[in-house]
C-alpha cells in the first residue's frame, strides 16, 4: 500500500505561475522526500525535510512539513515549461538498518507556455 | 556517466521465462533498492541492500523474485516463471547511509520496462 497520497492529482498552470501540491501520510515518518518524473530523465531527486524540520527552500521550491497534521506541500515558483512531470512524494519509515521508501500515487504538473 | 545503470533498458519475454535485470549503482554508495513501478502509480518498494546484506523485502515480492547484491557493487533482479501481471518499469537507485542515522536522498537509474506477453 501506498502511505502518501499526493493532492491534486493533476494540475495545469500558466507558465509564471505558482503551484502547490500537497502530500498526507499515515505514519510517524524519519523524513519526506520530493521526487520529479519525467520521461526524458526519469526519478530525479528534490528535496528532502527531516521530520524535525518544518520548512526547507532550495531554489524555486518550498516544501513545508507538518508533522502534527502528517501532511507536506511542495510549492514551485515562477513555474516553466520544463517542470511539467510528475511529482511524488515519499516518506521513509523504520529504523536502523530496516527503513523503507514508500512513495505516493504522484501529481501529474503541466505548465502552459 | 557516474549515475546509477541500468541493464536492459527493455525486455520482452513470454510468460513462463525466466528474467534478469542487472543494476549498477553509484560506485560510494552502500545501499540498493529496486522498485516497481506500474503506470499512473509511484514506485513501489520491493527490497533493500546495505552493502552486500539484503535487509528489507516487501510482501510485493513473492517467492518467483529473487535479488542478489554479491560483493556489494552490482545488484540483480530475477523473476523466474514470469506472469503478465510482473510487466511494469523496475527501477534501481542508491543512496549512502549508516547505521542508525536516517538515510540520504536516493539517485535513481533509468529502469527496465518489462513486458511480459
Known amino acids: 500500500s501506498q502511505q502518501g497520497e499526493e493532492d491534486p492529482q493533476a494540475l495545469s498552470i500558466q507558465e509564471g505561475e505558482n503551484a502547490t501540491m500537497n502530500c498526507s501520510y499515515k505514519t510517524s515518518i524519519n523524513n519526506l522526500q520530493w521526487y520529479r518524473q519525467n520521461s526524458g530523465r526519469g526519478l530525479v531527486h528534490l528535496i528532502l525535510i527531516r521530520s524535525n524540520e518544518r520548512e526547507k527552500h532550495s531554489g524555486r521550491l518550498r516544501v513545508t512539513l507538518d508533522t502534527s497534521k502528517k501532511s507536506s506541500s511542495l510549492l514551485i515558483t515562477a513555474s516553466r515549461a520544463a517542470d511539467t512531470a510528475s511529482y511524488f512524494c515519499a516518506t521513509e519509515v523504520g529504523s536502523g538498518s530496516a527503513r523503507q521508501l514508500t512513495f505516493g500515487s504522484g501529481t501529474q504538473l503541466t505548465v502552459l507556455p | 556517466d557516474t549515475g546509477v545503470s541500468q541493464d536492459p533498458r527493455h525486455k520482452i519475454t513470454k510468460r513462463g521465462q525466466n528474467v534478469t535485470f542487472r543494476c549498477d549503482p553509484i560506485s560510494e554508495h552502500n545501499r540498493l533498492y529496486w522498485y516497481r513501478q506500474t503506470l499512473g502509480q509511484g514506485p513501489e518498494f520491493l527490497t533493500y541492500f546495505q552493502n552486500e546484506a539484503q535487509l528489507e523485502k516487501s510482501r510485493l515480492l513473492s517467492d518467483r523474485f529473487s535479488a542478489e547484491r554479491p560483493k556489494g557493487s552490482f545488484s540483480t533482479l530475477e523473476i523466474q516463471r514470469t506472469e503478465q501481471g510482473d510487466s511494469a518499469m523496475y527501477l534501481c537507485?542508491?543512496?549512502f547511509g549508516t547505521g542508525g542515522m536516517s538515510s540520504y536522498e536516493q539517485y535513481f537509474g533509468p529502469g527496465t520496462r518489462l513486458t511480459v506477453t
Open positions: 537507485a542508491s543512496s
